[in-house]
């Protein structure tokens, strides 16, 4: 029986999919439901950015950032975002529909969100939950706050003298992530060192092997 665990995000909805007895993982990955349009301006390594389009300039679609540079001397007009609850919420459901296996899942737990602080991350929250709740075949279906995952850790101390509370659990979460999956597949562990989101990777995981020990 596997577990499968949710880090709420839109263009960075991490999950990890654990095998319950071995607590190894089977999959692991983020899936971007954003609806929003990329940034179309090209780079000196002839790659296209990846940030969302806030500007465009004559046909061509740029982030805040590339708006501002001197090649596009035209004023570039705002343009509106299509990240409604909506769009993506059947988003969402499109990807996940992707992943099968989801739903023959026994355990499912997604990331409590604070309502008030970002009622956008609680829509996408509740409506992950939901997609479980209706298609899904598990027998748990649960919300864990986000302050546990770092207590599963019980390796090497990680030294860490960064005062802000976010930045510092964040950093501890991804070392204690690096720590933690040293023996896992050479492919998961190479997923993990290339990713430029290894907190949210970090966060699905942790969360994860959090729920298996409690």
């Not at 995952?149 to 950093?171: A, M, Q």
Request: charged share 30%; proline share 2%; glycine share 2%.
């Amino acid at each position: 029986m596997n577990i499968l665990s949710f880090d709420i995000g839109i263009k960075n909805l991490s999950f990890c999919l654990l095998d319950k007895s071995t607590k190894k993982i089977v999959d692991w990955g983020i899936i971007n439901i954003s609806c929003d349009k990329l940034c179309q301006h090209i780079n000196t390594k002839n790659k296209c950015c990846d940030k969302s389009a806030t500007y465009s300039h004559e046909e061509t679609l740029l982030c805040s950032s590339h708006s501002k540079l001197k090649q596009y001397p035209k004023k570039c007009k705002k343009i509106k975002s299509d990240n409604s609850v909506y769009n993506i919420g059947k988003k969402m459901v499109e990807e996940l529909d992707k992943y099968p296996e989801f739903l023959e899942c026994s355990d499912v737990i997604v990331e409590n969100q604070p309502s008030l602080k970002n009622p956008t991350m609680k829509s996408i929250q509740m409506m992950v939950y939901s997609y479980f709740l209706i298609k899904g075949n598990c027998s748990k279906l649960e919300m864990i706050n986000a302050r546990n995952k770092l207590k599963v850790y019980n390796g090497p101390k990680i030294s860490c003298d960064i005062k802000d509370k976010y930045k510092r659990n964040k950093f501890l979460a991804i070392e204690y992530c690096k720590e933690m999956i040293k023996n896992e597949e050479d492919k998961f562990i190479e997923l993990y060192n290339n990713s430029k989101k290894k907190d949210d990777l970090a966060d699905s995981y942790l969360q994860g092997k959090y729920y298996i020990t409690i």
